[in-house]
């Protein structure tokens, strides 16, 4: 695996590279003016189980863009809330400006779009670990993303093939956001997009020197600080740049640790006479954090929502591990209250750290008077260290492990388990829109990519009496390999769409694309055997290695608008989607290559028994709508319908020493739903919106093969997608005051396949007041914010993601939320 050093400097090299070109355009154009124009029995399967792609493995038992010549800055303006087009809704600056400042795209795209729900462990959102989206069924691992036409893959934890939104930018400086809801978009480059597609878009330096500072304090000690330097137009070509920088910290809510976020990114445009522009961007993210333990919903109810890793409490810690690994019981004093499982779940701590370089050279230009073309290159290099104390492996140095006559241990039953994780991303995609007679408008383009990941698993022994350093350097020397993976998938798509517009305000759409990946890679080494000789108690940790290709030559797009009587929309919107496969590490559940077979059945031949018979999932959508939009009210009603073909359900059994993981298709899944919103405003400066989503989405399986026993999920619900959401959000803005309040009511969500265990549903409500003093000094639109999330401070279940079981309340893979915590913010421009 490449170091960090060398991923850094081939990233660097990258954007340098970019901006040696814009500068070389800067200096051949000079002379022409251009106008300016984004663990003994019954230990559940190691918690890797109930970590899918997205997840760390850590010791638990687990688990559009705006066109090139719009200005961007006139989204920063824009006054009203959402605007939207057909099946697609585009959140503004001036509304994500009504959140606490470096709150998480994602959530507030939730809170202002009917059918989404984000769910996190922090106020920002921005611990990828415990995020969770969904966006009408569809999770964020299964929605497309872009920022300025650069793919950004899925969009979970330490990202396999792309880079978390919060990484990739600084929230401040987007200048705006869309949610293609349902359906999808052609032009949008995604592997895993089977319905939906959020596109990002940067804001432009401005033409003006100057700046912006902002300042914010909050509870647990929370400090953000963001500054902008905005170089102006520099010459007679128009060249401008900004440089960002962002940080944050913060201490975690409950137990030891804190969450630390730094971030830095920059822009140089330069226009190219007045036939286009390139666009040099450079994105830095630099994430630390002390993880939050992941809970069963039992012990969220007895242990309470403070409930979390027993550091400081080292001797407990040993003893805690001594009784999941050892023994079937629970300590003294836990009888009737945890589980032997549950007490397992409790390690000393977990931790994260993951670093992001996005670099890429975006160009614009006017080919001929009806043709344009749209290039993106670019380069994206990332490392991850994550994981955590595992009780089911022993450090071998103390001895075995024995309970003492006072209570105490001796050896220390528990090892330290890190994955270091690397990707290098490189790739570019290439569109062309041409205006062909007769009223069409034709977009075609292609991607490619190419992308390494690996994933080695490292053992570190902790002390007899201490223990490690969560935020250590990890260092190889001092580490003991498990095993070490590693993947390579070639990427290539192609789409075509015609937009034809029959008669003025009715346009009709139909295209497709053709999306072909190829992964070969998997287990590169493993060492086990070495390690349960050397005394590590290491376990079964499922190796193997192959290629899979997910493969569509035709995936078909319509799309039918028709804006009439001047307020009136009416649109449907069809299309096929497919999606690859998921690929992560050997021991991960919900890929194709992790947590296969068990001690006695090799997950290699697992794996090569299911190449001949797995098959990408596949979707079809269908989505009719209509909407109502005028000064004093704006309404809209969308019925959507999608079948889900060769679904494939992650699930997860046996002792952690000899578990079981299936990745396999459970048949088709049909899934129908409804949003209903409206928003009056009967007073200027008064907003009031309420919304209503309603999902219902099954599994049609009549019979799955799973451990030997067959179960029916005939009319079983899907997991961990609720079944209704409200919400409600009034804005009010007088002169320079500003009131923002939303509630959002999120319906309880199955937990298990068989649906026999349900989160429950909750209500949160969010306030946020801001005042702005206009100029003082040589400052400008000084202005003062407050914020207050879970108003009420309610105690809920908010993410939960992996691998789910058939039945029982067996998985520790739920994330309690954030409290009620207030921020203020000062901000000023210059």
Known sequence: MQGPRVRAGLLRTTAIAGLAVVSAVSSAGAAEVASPAHKQDAKKAHRGAGSGPARPVVAQHAHHAVPAHDDPEAIQVEASRVRSHGAEVAVTRAVMDRFVSGTNPMQILSQTTPGANFTSTDAFGLDTYGNTFYVRGFTQMQIGATLDGIPLGTQGFANYNGVSITQAMIQDDLAGMTMSQGAGALDSFSAQNLGGAMTYTTSDPKDKAGGKISQTFGSYNAVRTYGRVDSGILNPTGTKFYASFARTNTNMWKGQGYQSELQADAKIVQPVTDRGRITAFFGYGNFTQGNYLTMTKNMWQKMGRDSTYLKPDYEKAKLWAYYAQYTGDVPPGYEGVLSNDEIGDYAWDASQVQRTYLSAVTAHFDLFRNVTSDTVAYGDVSSAIHGGTNNFLTTPYYGVPTLQADGTVSGVPMALQMAHAGMRRLGFTQKFSIEAPHNNHIDTGIWYE?????????????????????????????AHTWYADTYNTNTFQFFLQDRWTIIPGMTLLAGFKSLTQTTHGGTKADYTSQLADEGWDTYYSHPANGTLTASGAFLPHFNFDYHFLQHHEFYWDIAENLRAYDYYSQTSSATAWGGLGKASQSAQSVFDASKGVLRPERTWNYIVGYRYDSPIFSGSVDFYHTDYYNRIASITQGPSNNSYSAYMNVGKETMNGADVMGTIRPVRGLEITNSFSWNDAQYQSNAINYGGSVYSLKGKHQVYYPKFMYKANLNYTYRQFMFNFNANYIGSRPMTYLNDEYVPA?????????????????????????????????????GIYGAASVSGDDNANLFVAAPREYYGTISAEF
């Open 450 to 478: 190419n992308n390494q990941w690996t994933y080695d698993t490292r053992l570190y022994g902790d002390y007899l009496n201490d223990a490690h350093n969560w935020n250590s350097n990890f260092l190889p020397s001092q």
């Open 762 to 798: 909750y209500w949160v409500t969010n306030l946020n007041l801001a005042y702005n003093f206009g100029s003082i000094g040589f400052a400008h639109n000084l202005r003062a914010a407050f914020g207050i999330t879970n108003l009420t401070d309610k105690n809920y279940i908010g």
